[in-house]
């Protein structure tokens, strides 16, 4: 079950100096190729790539600031830059990692604390196209080493909003509630849920998510910080966050025997700010909650 993997998903950031074995390489590498040939929300095909942790053979391993200790593999992707692209890149990779967590292997989102020069000679990136994020791959550690631990409570990994502070009904002034609306949520129930347990940059949890229950619709949006420090590598890191959010919604959704799809019309929501960007819609059929 998609709900399950998502539940047991973790950043790995110490990962056993074993390297993966042969089926397992194999098997990620097969599991990139059918994910690269897949297609976002907005209609944009990733072109994967898994690379050695020493990607140019330098025999200097990635630099990643002494956050990731031992990863025996990265996957990554070069796209242009745009919002769009990010926001697929953001939902594919999301696939991948999910897939991964089924098999026990390891994975942590990467998108500000890597040295992208260290890839761009791998990957060959043109002029307006960007590396977005990487993601190392391994077998995890049974125990998380001392800087492990500090990153995770600096970033309060752990904590996550309350739904009150994430999910509305009808409009920005009504916190939608798991009990007191739950015939309105039906079975988005963990949908919903798998927003909340999403991983996101410095996990600020920007997305925002309204149910319009009369017209079948969820309509998603995130609180975009442009003073956030990712934006400064010339790119909304944010939009990765989103796409995040879509693939979590939209995969537990359907797991759960949910009919939707993904439309693009900007609602007649009043947000609460300017910073509050419209991402996409979630139609669905009402019979089917």
């Known amino acids: 079950m998609i709900y399950k993997k998502i539940e047991k998903r973790t950043s790995v950031r110490t990962f056993q100096i074993k390297p993966?074995?042969?089926?397992?390489?194999?098997?990620?590498r097969q599991t990139i190729e059918e994910i690269s040939k897949e297609k976002g929300p907005f209609r944009n095909q990733i072109h994967f790539r898994l690379l050695n942790a020493d990607p140019n053979k330098s025999g200097k391993p990635v630099g990643t600031y002494g956050l990731i200790k031992n990863a025996q593999s990265y996957i990554t992707g070069v796209i242009p830059n745009s919002d769009d692209q990010l926001c697929d890149f953001g939902y594919l990779m999301e696939k991948i990692i999910i897939r991964l967590t089924?098999?026990?292997?390891?994975?942590?989102?990467?998108?500000?604390?890597?040295?992208?020069?260290?890839?761009?000679?791998?990957?060959?990136?043109?002029?307006?196209?960007?590396?977005?994020?990487?993601?190392?791959?391994?077998y995890a550690m049974d125990s998380r080493s001392s800087v492990e631990k500090a990153m995770r409570l600096f970033a309060k990994s752990n904590s996550r909003q309350d739904w009150s502070q994430l999910f509305f009904l009808s409009d920005f002034d009504t916190p939608l509630e798991k009990e007191e609306h739950k015939n309105e949520i039906g079975n988005l129930t963990d949908a919903f849920e798998s927003v909340r347990l999403a991983p996101s940059a410095s996990n600020k949890q920007p997305w925002k998510m309204v149910l319009d229950f009369e017209k079948s619709n969820v309509y998603v949006y995130i609180n975009e910080n442009p003073n956030y420090s990712g934006n400064k590598m010339g790119f909304k890191m944010q939009r990765i966050d989103a796409g995040i959010a879509l693939y979590h919604f939209e995969a537990i959704a359907k797991e759960n025997g949910i009919n939707g799809e993904w439309e693009f019309n900007i609602p007649s929501v009043k947000v609460p700010s300017e910073n509050y960007q419209y991402i996409a819609t979630y139609h669905f059929d009402r019979q089917s909650t």
């Open 20 to 28: 993966l074995t042969e089926v397992d390489k194999l098997w990620i």
């Open 102 to 138: 089924g098999k026990n292997i390891g994975t942590c989102w990467l998108g500000g604390t890597f040295k992208r020069e260290n890839f761009k000679e791998a990957l060959t990136v043109k002029e307006g196209y960007i590396i977005p994020a990487v993601v190392p791959v391994g």
